[in-house]
């Protein structure tokens, strides 16, 4: 249990409150599935994305709460989580020690959103899924953060049992081509919300290119505003807030200090200048993350496609430390 912790407490902040919701949400449904089918229906009622006009206007909030449920049963249910956690944990953690916990949540929560609004505005041509099942599942989140990642950094490779590595991008059009010959005509409620998170997710990497700041409103999950400190700092109040009383609700016992860290976004990086001299760190080492630095405040400053190629696999690089 306490290998457990330790493992949890050392993902970045986003991410592991994202784990821990999804991850409580499903427990909870499966003790509610045997216990009380009544508080399930509820749930499933008014959490879980009905994609239908005008009901939907009543409920804005399932576009963001469908995003954190699987309330499935038996194996396919735990699959359903398990495969959605592990892409995120996979291709989420590397995103977030990069670009930030601000991000990360801005990215999972567009995504999710784009799914659903997808959804609502496919789902009455009637050859999509029937508006009768509610759309649960992290999928769309998960998709749009995998389309990000693959956008922004089109170097990104991956290994896949009995095919070997390939490049992400093309693990994600080959989901989502599977997808549309599995699910295209079956009535299930899938199709739209993953080509919807996806699509979220491409728009968001080319925003983020751009130089497009869309994470103002993730200042409501943390208190006060301390500066960051480098590429691989973070708020030293960061886990204050919203997210860590939610992380106290869920059980746990966030220490700012022992936190390995999450890193800023490129828009907030501090200069070489700033940075603190002393230490044991190497001299190769320290110009290392003075080039890292460098290359995310030009991005910050000019957009992700003034790189030079040189530059975008130095990042690409570093992203794989």
């Known amino acids: 249990m306490n290998q457990l912790q330790s493992w949890y407490y050392r993902q970045p902040p986003a991410l592991r409150v994202i784990l821990a919701i999804n991850v409580t949400v499903y427990v909870l449904a499966q003790f509610l599935r045997v216990l009380w089918p009544g508080g399930l229906a509820f ?3 008014h959490f879980a994305l009905h994609a239908t006009f005008p009901d939907i206007l009543l409920q804005p909030w399932q576009l963001v ?18 495969f959605n956690m592990l892409w995120l944990f996979w291709i989420g953690r590397e995103y977030e020690e990069m670009h930030g916990s601000e991000r990360t949540w801005t990215l999972y929560i567009l995504a999710g959103v784009g799914g659903g609004l997808v959804s609502l505005l496919l789902m009455p041509l009637g050859v999509f899924g029937n508006p009768n099942v509610p759309i649960v599942g992290a999928s769309a989140s998960v998709l749009g953060v995998l389309m990000a990642v693959a956008i922004l950094y089109p170097y990104k490779q991956i290994a896949l049992l009995f095919i070997g590595v390939v490049r992400l ?23 739209t919300a993953h080509w919807g998170g996806a699509i979220s997710g491409y728009l968001f990497a080319k925003a983020e290119r751009g130089g497009v700041d869309l994470t103002g409103w993730t200042r409501i999950f943390r208190k006060g505003s301390g500066k960051r400190s480098g590429r691989r700092g973070r708020r030293k109040d960061e886990s204050l807030g919203l997210l860590g009383r939610l992380e106290v609700w869920l059980g746990g016992n966030p ?31 320290s110009t ?34």
């Open 288 to 321: 290392r993350e003075e080039e890292i630095d460098r290359i995310l405040e030009k991005i910050s400053e000019k957009g992700y496609d003034a790189l030079t190629d040189e530059e975008k696999r130095t990042l690409y690089e570093a992203s794989q430390d």
């Open 169 to 191: 991008i093309w693990v994600v059009i080959g989901f989502l081509v599977i997808d549309i010959l599995i699910n295209l005509g079956s009535n299930s409620v899938a199709l």
């Open 255 to 285: 220490n700012p200090e022992a936190d390995t860290g999450s890193p800023s976004s490129p828009s907030a990086s501090s200069s070489s200048a700033a940075r603190p001299s002393g230490g044991s760190t190497s001299t190769r080492t």
């Open 43 to 45: 749930m499933l009622d």
């Open 65 to 82: 709460t469908y995003n954190f449920m699987h309330t499935s049963g038996g194996f396919g249910g735990l699959l359903h989580i398990a």
